[in-house]
């Protein structure tokens, strides 16, 4: 499938299950009047908020490159996912709120049949399987924003757990649980804010990408027989894909022909490393060492943002 109609597909999902997950647990919590449960019905609502946001997002990231965007729009995920985060942030925040205030107030009464706890289990499980589902989508297409979803998901399992602790230990008679309950489902929601925020950071100022891939690179590099070595290699995130730039050694006795048939080569071997979108190759002569390996602390030693070490630096044998 391509990525285009798999990440639809997969926002289209999430939107869904999130639909019913709020008409389930907001029910349920007007039925039953349990906190935890009204917790997770909120969590259920920012999730809902944010899917439609994550819909309408991941048209627009799928959408083909055109003369105003040449490189596609994929560029718009890491967006889309601070929105998500936002969102989270914002359901935690109201779910603490509420929790705190309960408990101070002392308000809370017991919880009792067993329509609270089915309706977490069934959550539970439903947000397990998003996160399954999400996760593989995400990593198969290098889609930051199913990733977010993915976590968020995750986090999701986590929190309905918590709230069923709360409903159980409500109806077994310490009612206080509830709101407790609730409260740690809302620095659950949070946490997972954070983690989706740190995950997408990169994307947006240009990180450099994970060690792997930077020796992938590397190695595609050199692959090519007729080069001697290779250097000066950037690698930074623009979006959520990676442009390369490097300058690989020749012989420097080569035609200018040769010479670009060489760079063409190379910079289709790096290309097809996963999650690399454009390629920049430099190609220079070997006999001229125009790269000398620092030493001591001088000046010029610091190495530009996604710029392999002076050590990656890779010569044919």
Not at 245 to 263: K, M, N, W
């Amino acid at each position: 499938m391509e990525r285009r109609d798999a990440v639809r597909r997969a926002g289209a999902v999430v939107l869904v299950v999130n639909l019913a997950l709020v008409a389930g647990k907001g029910a349920v919590w007007a039925w039953t009047g349990s906190l935890a449960v009204g917790s997770e019905a909120v969590n259920s609502l920012a999730d809902l908020a944010y899917s439609l946001v994550l819909v309408a997002g991941l048209y627009l990231t799928t959408q083909p490159p055109d003369e105003r965007h040449p490189h596609g729009h994929e560029r718009i995920e890491p967006f889309v996912s601070l929105v998500v985060a936002l969102g989270v942030f914002a359901a935690g925040a109201l779910v603490l709120r509420s929790a705190v205030a309960t408990v101070l107030g002392g308000s809370y009464g017991a919880v009792t049949g067993p329509l609270p706890a089915g309706v977490l289990v069934v959550g539970g499980v439903a947000k397990f399987g998003l996160y399954r589902y999400c996760r593989a989508v995400g990593e198969r297409h290098g889609s930051p924003a199913m990733v977010a979803t993915a976590l968020d998901n995750r986090a999701d399992v986590l929190t309905a757990g918590a709230a069923l602790a709360g409903v159980l230990g409500a109806a077994a008679g310490v009612p206080v649980l509830d709101p407790l309950a609730a409260g740690v489902v809302a620095l659950g929601i949070c946490y997972a804010g954070v983690d989706i925020v740190r995950d997408n950071v990169d994307y947006l100022v240009g990180g450099a990408p994970p060690e792997e891939l930077r020796e992938a690179i590397l190695s595609r590099a050199i692959e090519h027989p007729q080069v001697h070595g290779a250097h000066d290699v950037i690698a930074h995130y623009v979006g959520p894909e990676v442009d390369v730039s490097l300058h690989v050694e020749v012989e420097g006795d080569l035609t200018l022909g040769e010479a670009h048939e060489i760079e063409s080569a190379v910079a289709e071997a790096v290309g097809a490393v996963d999650q690399v979108d454009d390629v920049f190759v430099h190609v220079d002569p070997r006999e001229l060492g125009e790269w000398k390996e620092p030493s001591g602390s001088g000046p010029g030693l610091a190495e530009p943002p996604g710029r392999a070490a002076p050590g990656d630096r890779r010569e044919r044998d």
